[in-house]
């Protein structure tokens, strides 16, 4: 037994002295596989013992393991582009998920890698990674086909499976001519919502998610193995950032910059698992990664980057040297008109730069929740002073600024106190702290968990309770504002989306909804008033919808200038055609609108968010010509992507009537009042029971709207 010993221990002394201190360039695959929201804490290689993740694992035992890496942003978009550009988000400029997108003059790994003759193919999973954002930059593939989702589903769950994105990354795999590529693939589970597959359902549903996403990550290294590609890769396997599970009062992500949203797991496997099952405790950032690749792939690091390659550990070669570790959000500012945070950590210490900083010794307390900002100033002062050199002369007034022309326009209509962009002027220090909001987090969450549950009465009640303590969070005025919408109060919703534009005149879902509410009010004036000013900051919905407003006004050449200009902001949009297409069917040439509306469909099939109108159109058009089989799947259409389409679902009421299936008619009304109990819709109802010599049920209709909106 001793003598085993003494060869099992030989042995392992053997391979690390035949170990090269230096490896050769990689010239077969490097992927990068990055996982959206998972924490480090949460996985059994960290010490977590409530999941099992035996493919994450096997990956650890090939690998490096980096006990301390850090997100330099909990939101997804900024974090990536770090990863891929080794900037920090000050740097790149993107700096939130909404709002930004990536410069055209980005330079990401990918450019660098094609100089040395990889092909870069990417696989994402999530709406904020999509090619419009810019985020596609430098890939030779960009594969972000996601599932279409109608406007109004929040950010957060427009995503494709994850088992759908690497399908896809495995046939692409399957048709490659060369193992010199670099294959990045992200999967979005273990993002809230959290609906982990039944079999993974047991645990708490993030575990299971987790778990989940471990067995995704298995479908790809298994076919690496199967096509005999494992083991030449150099794989990376990651998180954008991490999740908050109520761990400082925060739930999700976005808001804190404390270690359950920051801290991220890192594995690295070399080519033949050289130096594998190996953990380093030096902390490492995000920033690293890309000279981190370029470096292992032989290719130069360009220069000016803080980032600094990992390749002595991986090696086994030498130390790191110290580096700063920076964090930041500015989501508070944005969405609420709170103080935005910033961090900056070493081996041994954690500052969190607030209106009251915190001083975390993460050392001896991990998890941070002892605060030694008061007991130790000196570590506290010196560590404020480098991250304000760092952060010196940055501005925080972005996605854009409020131009003198549009601050008139602000002014003449109405809106006192945004002359100098609101919050965004004002130091973070002079505005609330995150954490003392935590109580407002809490309500904003249950107030959009209601409105999720359809409860939208209770969820606008919630909405109005926090205004009245903060009229400054942009974000609960948009909120409000769509609650609004559902319930069919149009003019009330404007006005909330007015509170959003009085707390931040840059935000574009505010200037929109009010434009789009004003229009629906055919108050034309003030909504061409709002479009144009939301042309600078949603170019696309602001001319798409101005072009709507020279229809309705009957100005044919206007409509169709801004139709152009709506496609000239997004290629994706139908505009020119649906332009072309309703002027047609407003004046009764149902034939000649068809083909436009037809091709209109066309251009949208290759969007992700549909755009409303274009399946009604089609089917309106029909089922005047009386080709109702035909209309009828586009009136279905219709309202499976926009169940509140009141026209659509009254198109298909006279459609069965018309056919003589006068039972699904009456379905369809009592499905529009279910799902829109609007007095628009009871409205629409008693107009339709009249039209159908149903004076009694007519009545009902109407009474029951007494009743309920009296």
């Known amino acids: 037994m001793v003598a085993a010993a003494a060869v099992l221990t030989l042995g392992a002394a053997a391979a690390w002295f035949l170990w090269p201190a230096r490896t050769q360039a990689a010239d077969g695959p490097i992927v990068l596989i990055s996982i959206d929201t998972l924490r480090a804490d949460r996985l059994p290689a960290y010490g977590y013992t409530g999941t099992a993740t035996p493919n994450i694992d096997r990956l650890v035992a090939d690998g490096i393991l980096f006990e301390r890496a850090y997100s330099h942003s909990p939101q997804t978009l900024p974090a990536h582009t770090s990863i891929f550009s080794g900037q920090l988000p000050f740097e790149h400029g993107v700096r939130d998920n909404i709002g930004f997108s990536v410069r055209a003059d980005q330079r990401f790994l990918q450019h660098d890698l094609r100089e040395r003759g990889f092909t870069s193919v990417g696989f994402v999973s999530a709406y904020v990674l999509r090619e419009q954002t810019g985020f596609n930059r430098g890939f030779d593939h960009y594969d972000d086909d996601l599932p279409a989702a109608a406007p109004d589903l929040p950010l957060g769950q427009v995503q494709r499976a994850g088992a759908d994105t690497v399908a896809a990354a495995n046939r692409w795999i399957d048709g490659r001519d060369s193992s010199k590529f670099f294959l990045f693939v992200h999967i979005y589970e273990p993002h809230r919502p959290y609906s982990p597959p039944p079999r993974f359902a047991g645990k708490n549903p993030y575990d299971g998610e987790v778990e989940y996403s471990d067995a995704i990550v298995g479908q790809l290294l298994d076919h690496l193995r199967a096509k005999e590609l494992y083991d030449h890769a150099t794989i990376i396997l990651l998180a954008d950032h991490g999740e908050g599970l109520g761990d400082h009062g925060e739930d999700e992500h976005g808001m804190f910059l404390y270690r359950e949203t920051i801290q991220i797991p890192l594995i690295v496997k070399l080519p033949g698992s050289r130096g594998g099952h190996r953990r380093v405790t030096e902390p490492v950032q995000q920033i690293d990664l890309a000279p981190t ?150 309500k904003y969450k ?16 919630a909405m109005r309770e926090l205004l009245r303590g903060d009229p400054q969070m942009t974000d609960v005025w948009v909120q409000l504002g769509g609650m609004y919408e559902r319930l069919g109060r149009t003019a009330d919703a404007v006005e909330a989306y007015k509170g959003g534009i009085r707390s931040n005149p840059q935000n574009a879902a505010s200037l929109t909804g009010a434009a789009a509410g004003l229009f629906q009010l055919r108050r034309l004036d003030e909504a061409l008033a709002h479009a144009e000013l939301a042309a600078a900051v949603a170019p696309a919905a602001a001319h798409e919808l101005m072009a709507r407003i020279a ?33 047609l069917h407003k004046q009764g040439n149902y034939a000649a609108a068809l083909p436009h509306f037809m091709k209109a469909r066309t251009v949208v099939a290759g969007r992700t968010v549909t755009v409303p109108d274009v399946n009604y159109y089609i089917a309106d058009s029909l089922a005047r010509l009386e080709r109702y089989e035909e209309a009828e799947s586009f009136f279905e259409a219709e309202i499976a992507s926009f169940p509140n389409n009141l026209r659509a679902r009254a198109g298909l009421a006279m459609l069965y009537r018309a056919t003589g299936r006068d039972a699904l008619s009456g379905q369809t009304i009592a499905a529009m009042l279910r799902t829109s109990p609007t007095p628009e819709a009871y409205d629409l109802a008693a107009q339709l029971w009249t039209m159908f010599g149903e004076p009694q049920r007519a009545a009902a209709a109407r009474a029951e709207a007494g009743r309920r909106f009296r």
């Open 551 to 583: 229809l309705e006004r009957g100005d044919a050449a206007t409509a169709r200038r801004q139709a152009r200009l709506a496609l000239e902001a997004d290629p994706s949009l139908p505009t020119p055609d649906m332009v072309e297409g309703m002027m």
């Open 293 to 442: 690749i370029l470096d292992v792939a032989g290719a130069a690091v360009p220069e000016g980057l803080r980032g600094r390659s990992l390749r002595p550990v991986l090696d086994g070669t030498g130390a790191l040297a110290e580096a700063g570790i920076y964090s930041e959000t500015l989501s508070p500012r944005y969405h609420f008109g709170w103080s935005e945070l910033y961090a900056l950590g070493d081996a041994r210490y954690r500052l969190i730069r607030a209106p009251r900083d915190e001083l975390f010794d993460i050392v001896q307390d991990p998890a941070e929740t002892d605060n030694l900002a008061g007991e130790r100033p000196q570590v506290r002062e010196a560590m404020r002073r480098a991250l304000d050199r760092m952060i010196a002369d940055v501005p925080v007034d972005a996605p854009s600024a409020v131009s003198d022309e549009d601050r008139q326009k602000l002014a003449a209509l109405g809106y006192v106190g945004t002359q100098t962009g609101g919050s965004l002027s004002v130091p973070g220090d002079e505005l609330p702290d995150p954490k003392d909001r935590i109580d407002v987090l809490k």
């Open 446 to 461: 249950r107030a959009t968990d209601l409105a999720g549950e359809r409860q939208f009465d209770a969820a606008a009640d």
